[in-house]
């Protein structure tokens, strides 16, 4: 006599029909890549969020999530809890500091801009060549080191207001 059925309806040592597991089979392995830090948790399991963001607003929530290696759930997780800590700052301060991390993002991608073509043209230089465009490296160089400056001066304002 056979031994005794192991899924209910499937004869003995037969996959069910339902689409289990397959006896003597093992399943893939799971393959689970994590991206960014990962943030502190409690141990008991938490309600799940749900955020609708535009594409615009995904997208530069993705920019920040990126630039400090940062999942987007766990960058909107910080970054919603840094501001539920700190509800005295008006909206006024809120949206001066999304400025200047506006303004910060396009200086980086200036300077990395102007570092490249910096470099091309000490290459070009290096092996003998003209530069037709080296006053237009030049210009971006200084564009984005007032640039720099302009962020540097509104981080130090923001920091003196906040300090009188």
Not at 60 to 79: C, E, K, N, P, R
Not at 102 to 110: D, I, S, V, Y
Request: hydrophobic share 40%; charged share 25%.
């Amino acid at each position: 006599m056979p031994g005794p059925v192991r899924r209910q309806g499937a004869p003995d040592g037969e996959a069910a029909t339902e689409g289990g597991s397959q006896p003597g089979k093992a399943g893939p392995a799971r393959r689970t890549t994590i991206k960014g830090k990962a943030r502190p948790r409690a141990k008991k399991q938490r309600p799940a969020q749900s955020v609708r963001l535009s594409d615009h607003e995904h997208a530069i929530i993705q920019a920040g999530a990126d630039a400090v290696g940062m999942s987007v759930a766990g960058f909107l997780a910080h970054s919603a809890l840094a501001a539920a800590r700190d509800q005295s700052r008006t909206a006024a301060a809120i949206a001066t500091e999304r400025d200047v991390l506006t303004e910060l993002f396009a200086m980086r991608r200036q300077l990395g801009w102007a570092g490249s073509n910096l470099n091309q043209v000490a290459k070009a230089l290096n092996s003998g060549g003209d530069v037709p465009y080296l006053k237009e490296v030049l210009a971006d160089i200084h564009l984005a080191a007032r640039a720099a400056k302009k962020a540097v001066d509104r981080v130090v304002n923001r920091q003196e207001c906040e300090a009188a």
